[in-house]
């Protein structure tokens, strides 16, 4: 592959303009197709093989009028203090407000909380409920303007009022935060490169890439049913391995040229060496997002696969655009101090003097001098690193699982209000009712028994009556809990609910009783993920393992990289617990209610951290792999992986935090969680796992941490990561033809 690879970035190089033209066809082919392609479907999500699915699917076949997808919002209503909802001068109000609902823009109906008999027991709340049209990603400005007018009109007129649902907008106030990591990515990129151009290539490069993912996912949308959310993942993992890969390309032939290569060679030996480094992390990075797929959960079986199609986009970016890239400017990629020596203008007296005092330097860089640190006390480092991790990674073993709902917004937001407002007047249940279907013969009478029956079933509120379809076939039942959605007392109720299923079955006479509601969804999908959890870590970590047996030809290397990982992982969890569950250094972070976590965080953490954490791994180790099948002892290998690869390995972890990092400024808690998280996760993986225990490991166990038994290393094919067969096919063809550079009078 290192020898493909070779000629690839030199054709790449000699060939730049052609090889530039292709992309910039492709990026404007797909972005066309993009522009043209029928709109993507409305977002979707669906469990196959769960109970609440299954009463989903049945619903909608029952009860066809029901489940239409118009979007619909509560307006809560509570009269002012002192005063009775049902008083005529409250009731007047109330059905100024009802008017002005009903002849809101897009509205097809908006209930009348006195005859839906929707007032609190203390007749100081009530409630209506406004139907739109149109679902809630097709709603217009005019919509939410024209529901935002009446709300304010009414609170005018003395009431409070507040509203909840999936047609009251959700207020996204950008914080400026990934401004502000772009334009330290920028700064770190400009400080490690020293040349402006050397610094917006992978930012060039990595928008590129994830352009062509964007607009393919656009463009496919309606075919394969990829809605507008589809793109987030891709968007993101894009972003982040798009510049870690051309930033590794570019920092190796920078070195190249700084052993004297000429330009095509040094773009040739870059692609090949870095570039087979690139390949296979990049190849660890998909089986992390198609991995995805083990859940089964259509949405994120088609965000992981859509991201795994972004990073293969930003692969053959890095092996084929950046060589081209570095053709057009193959001197200004260096650092301004080391240009004029490769352009052949002769060096002034001061420049003269300054690279004689460069050149009698012969203090190593901080990487050595780190790693020699760590070769020298290997011990502490590793119990430093792996103690102190652990202890982090300790709330992660408190860890609870939730979904998001208005009850986490916050506290200033109208939907929170409204949650609380219902809360407080109509109990802590009616925010997560729960609907029972039931199926037979004559279904509402097997219904009404049913109802009766869960009346008396402790943790139950209150029931409604039977609602039988047209053909009596299915009846609904809705149980209001006496506890709130996310309490564990209700996913108890509902365990019990479904458990006490087959017996009120035989004893109604129904064929099948289902458990279903937003509060059961939730459930339903907790469980999911965290039935999905094992395996997918199994799957990922395994196959990630033999690709990285297969790259360092060893055991013990793939072996540490997974559970450097899983600690890594660990401790960002705990992190991730101790702020934003128990509450820790909350009004550092402005987190307004701690709760449950996420349940989609630890999987979509897992995805995108594993990418990143392999990239740094592939790209530290491969260099000392190389350096040890040269000829080095396993001490030199490692002083020779962190002073190539560290600088590099600690840009692209500083680029990464910041960019996350910018997510935690967000008012929303759900992205400041997520941004969080991220950072914190690479923050670890990169300094801690990969810069100080990994080299102590590779310390303590010296040429053992590349044993591979003979019978596995003859089965393996050998990939040449190091380029050894390069070297060798190099040296033969030099042997016969010495190769000359015809560019070498082009100065970039």
Same mark, same amino acid.
């Given at each position: ?71 619909? /919002? ?92 999936? /047609?009251?907008?959700?207020?996204? /106030? ?63 993992? +894009? ?19 700084? &052993? ?111 790693? +020699?640190?760590?070769?020298? @006390? ?67 009478? $097997? ?11 402790? =943790?139950? &509120? ?16 809705? *149980? ?14 509902? @365990? ?6 087959? %017996? ?5 006479? #129904? ?83 701690? +709760? ?20 740094? &791994? ?27 690869? %560290? ?21 929303? *808690? ?6 969080? #998280?991220? $950072? ?21 166990? %010296? ?25 060798? @096919? ?17 100065? =970039?």
């Amino acid at each position: 592959m290192t020898t493909f690879l070779y000629k690839l970035g030199c054709f790449a190089f000699r060939r730049r303009g052609l090889m530039t033209l292709l992309w910039v066809l492709a990026f404007v082919g797909v972005g066309f197709a993009a522009s043209t392609a029928a709109p993507p479907p409305a977002d979707t999500f669906s469990m196959p093989g769960t109970e609440s699915q299954k009463a989903f699917d049945l619903l909608r076949d029952k009860f066809p009028a029901a489940s239409a997808e118009g979007a619909s /919002a509560r307006v809560v209503i509570r009269a002012p203090q002192g005063q009775k909802i049902s008083g005529p001068e409250a009731k007047a109000k109330v059905d100024a407000l009802v008017a002005d609902l009903k002849k809101a823009p897009g509205v097809i109906s908006a209930t009348d909380p006195y005859q839906a008999n929707a007032l609190s027991k203390d007749d100081t709340t009530a409630y209506a409920v406004v139907t739109y049209k149109d679902a809630a990603p097709k709603l217009a400005d005019e919509e939410h303007d024209g529901l935002d007018a009446a709300l304010d009109k009414g609170r005018g007129s003395g009431l409070t009022v507040e509203a909840g649902g999936d /047609a009251v907008k959700i207020e996204a /106030a950008m914080g400026g935060g990934e401004q502000i990591g772009i334009l330290i990515s920028a700064l770190v990129l400009l400080l490690t490169f020293g040349s402006l151009i050397a610094a917006g290539m992978p930012l060039l490069t990595a928008l590129i890439g994830v352009g062509v993912g964007i607009s393919a996912i656009t463009a496919l949308g309606s075919t394969l049913g990829l809605s507008t959310t589809t793109s987030t993942l891709a968007m993101m993992i +894009g972003l982040a391995v798009g510049i870690d890969y051309a930033l590794f390309i570019i920092s190796r032939y920078r070195s190249e040229i700084a &052993e004297g290569r000429e330009r095509t060679e040094a773009a040739g030996r870059a692609v090949g060496t870095a570039g087979s480094a690139v390949v296979f992390a990049g190849l660890t990075v998909i089986i992390a997002l198609a991995g995805l797929s083990v859940i089964n959960i259509p949405m994120l079986t088609k965000m992981g696969l859509s991201a795994a199609g972004t990073v293969a986009i930003a692969v053959l970016l890095a092996v084929t655009l950046v060589p081209a890239l570095l053709g057009w400017a193959p001197i200004r990629v260096l650092r301004r101090r080391d240009r004029k020596q490769y352009t052949g203008k002769p060096l002034s007296a001061r420049e003269e003097r300054k690279a004689a005092k460069l050149a009698a330097r012969t203090k190593p860089n901080l990487g050595s001098r780190w790693a +020699g640190y760590v070769l020298r @006390h290997p011990v502490a480092v590793l119990l430093v690193g792996v103690v102190g991790l652990g202890a982090i990674a300790v709330p992660a073993a408190s860890l609870e699982l939730g979904l998001p709902g208005e009850g986490t917004m916050a506290p200033e937001t109208t939907q929170r209000k409204a949650y609380d407002m219902l809360s407080e007047s109509f109990g802590p249940g009616f925010n997560g009712p729960l609907m029972i279907t039931v199926s037979g013969k004559d279904a509402k009478a $097997a219904a009404t028994t049913l109802a009766a029956d869960l009346a008396q079933q402790n =943790g139950v &509120e209150s029931v409604s009556p039977a609602s039988p379809n047209q053909a009596n076939d299915t009846a609904i039942i809705n *149980v209001v809990p006496k506890t709130g959605p996310t309490d564990a007392k209700t996913e108890d109720l509902v @365990h019990e609910l479904r458990g006490l299923a087959s %017996g009120e079955a035989a004893k109604t006479g #129904a064929t099948e009783i289902l458990v279903t509601g937003q509060t059961a969804m939730f459930i339903d999908f907790s469980k999911t993920l965290d039935d999905a959890m094992l395996p997918y870590l199994a799957l990922v970590v395994g196959l990630a393992f033999l690709l990285l047996i297969l790259v360092f030809r060893s055991i013990l290397v793939p072996l540490k990289a997974a559970l450097g990982f899983l600690l890594s992982v660990s401790a960002a969890l705990g992190a991730v617990v101790a702020i934003f569950q128990w509450g820790w250094l909350q009004s550092v972070f402005h987190v307004d209610q701690p +709760g449950p976590i996420m349940s989609t965080m630890p999987i979509f953490m897992i995805g995108v951290v594993f990418g990143l954490a392999m990239d740094y &791994e592939v790209f530290l180790v491969s260099r000392m792999r190389e350096a040890y099948a040269h000829g080095a002892t396993p001490g030199e290998s490692v002083v020779t992986g962190f002073k190539y690869g %560290g600088r590099v390995v600690s840009a692209a972890a500083i680029i990464m935090t910041s960019v996350f990092s910018g997510f935690i400024l967000e008012d929303n *808690v759900l992205v400041k969680m997520i941004g969080f #998280a991220l $950072a914190t996760a690479v923050l670890f993986d990169a300094f801690v796992v990969r810069m100080a225990i990994v080299p102590a490991l590779f310390a303590l166990l %010296g040429k053992s941490a590349w044993w591979l038994p003979k019978w596995l290393d003859k089965l393996l094919p050998n990939v040449d990561v190091e380029g050894e067969k390069l070297n060798k @096919h190099l040296s033969a063809a030099a042997s016969h033809a010495p190769y000359q550079d015809r560019e070498h009078e082009y100065v =970039g």
